[in-house]
């Protein structure tokens, strides 16, 4: 599987993700950078979870659910959804991004990009096993960004 990269000017790898993109506070998605796609991508899929949130939520909380997004995709702006993407429902119960709002302690948060070699046909209310499931065989790259946000 090929290495995506995906990176954004808001944030350093493994570094705090700025409040405005907090839950409680502008609740926009960070700017995203994608780079090295394979050509034998035929979308894109990303998904944003939270994997600290096991503890106090009872699993790992996700923060948006993306897919559908074109391989020609280098960009998505600050509080975007790239153009003809579908977006799915987070586990705040509403569509699209929904920003980190950990209760405990400070927490890790993960933006997970993969290349598939198809083009995922799910409705806006499939979870992330529906996503999963109809990506399974069809990666053929993925990239993985990590933030960080206080309690």
């Not at 948006?64 to 987070?90: K, M, R, Y």
């Not at 109809?134 to 946000?149: D, N, Q």
Request: overall charge negative; some cysteine; glycine content about 8%.
């Amino acid at each position: 599987m090929a290495d995506l990269e995906l990176s954004s000017p808001a944030f350093d790898d493994g570094e705090r993700i700025p409040a405005e993109y907090g839950y409680t506070e502008e609740n926009t998605s960070p700017p995203l950078e994608i780079r090295d796609v394979p050509p034998t991508a035929e979308s894109l899929l990303l998904v944003v979870d939270d994997p600290d949130a096991k503890e106090p939520a009872g699993k790992v909380w996700n923060h948006w659910l993306c897919w559908s997004i074109s391989p020609d995709t280098e960009s998505i702006p600050a509080g975007s959804t790239p153009s003809g993407a579908v977006e799915g429902q987070n586990d705040y119960g509403e569509t699209g991004w929904g920003g980190p709002n950990p209760p405990d302690r400070e927490h890790t948060y993960r933006f997970l990009l993969y290349a598939l070699d198809t083009r995922v046909d799910l409705p806006p209310d499939a979870t992330k096993d529906d996503l999963y499931d109809a990506a399974s065989g069809h990666m053929v790259g993925k990239a993985e960004l990590t933030g960080t946000y206080p309690a």
